[in-house]
């Protein structure tokens, strides 16, 4: 395993695009930093650590085998490795769509996928991923966040954390190379948050309720209101109400 350790960084996606500018890095490559000044999850969102006391890093993969329309697969393999590693330290670990890791209703992990595309293949995908680990409070405006700590009453050995997540991981990124997808569809799909009942959504348009049907293999979200009507929702278009 190459690991790239670093104390300081603005981005792990962004640092690991730059040394691979640089120099050729292989696949598997991981870069893990004490602390990120502007790390960043899904579309924007500003993502809160103290210095030394969470994990983040980046692995960087070169996915050429995968066709664009089949990218979402990447979501879905990181999202349950992250979810099956979590599950050896605590109970009520679930997926909120499309990739959030949530321990009971507040979140302890996010993942932000950055892709290369040329000619309808992902030439390359850079995996960002934020675990709370040893963090005990927390003072942005985020609304839910949760540490391993929190949750323990002790610290987690990040060294150890980060070892089964990218070994967990890469051998589940095998299983996709050999087309092996099914079940990691199925695991995603019965680990996800608020996967059975009633719930509160927003989009556009309001508030309504619903429950999940399904998430398609692009990653697009399908609810049933409790009118019966069937609703599709991209990246974004829908929240949950906490």
């Known amino acids: ?47 809160e650590s103290e210095s030394g006391k969470n994990l983040l890093f980046s692995i960087l993969l070169y ?47 996010g993942i932000l996928i950055e892709n290369e595309i040329t000619d ?47 070994n967990k991981l890469l051998s589940t990124y095998e299983e996709l190379k050999n087309g092996e997808s099914d079940h990691m569809k199925q695991y995603y799909h019965s680990s996800l948050y608020r996967k059975s009942g009633m719930y509160l959504f927003s989009d556009e348009n309001g508030l309504f309720s619903a429950k999940i049907d399904s998430v398609a293999d692009d990653g697009v979200l399908s609810l049933i209101t409790d009118e019966d009507e069937r609703r599709k929702y991209s990246f974004k278009e829908v929240s949950f109400v906490l």
């Not at 603005?10 to 602390?35: D, K, R």
């Open 120 to 166: 309808n293949k992902i030439r390359q995908s850079i995996v960002g991923i934020g675990i709370n680990v040893n963090q005990e409070t927390f003072t942005s405006d985020a609304p839910n966040p949760v540490s391993l700590k929190q949750i323990l009453g002790g610290d987690t050995d990040m060294d150890l954390l980060l070892a089964e997540i990218v």
């Open 1 to 47: 395993m190459n690991i790239i350790r670093m104390k300081e960084t603005n981005s792990t996606n962004l640092e690991l695009a730059e040394l691979i500018v640089q120099e050729p890095q292989c696949e598997g490559t991981v870069l893990v930093t004490e602390n990120q000044t502007s790390g960043k999850g899904q579309s924007g969102n500003s993502w």
């Open 63 to 109: 996915p050429d085998f995968l066709e664009l329309h089949h990218r979402f697969l990447l979501s879905e393999l990181t999202a349950n490795s992250v979810k099956q590693v979590l599950d050896q330290y605590i109970d009520c670990v679930t997926i909120k769509w499309p990739n959030d890791i949530y321990y009971q209703d507040k979140k302890i992990a």
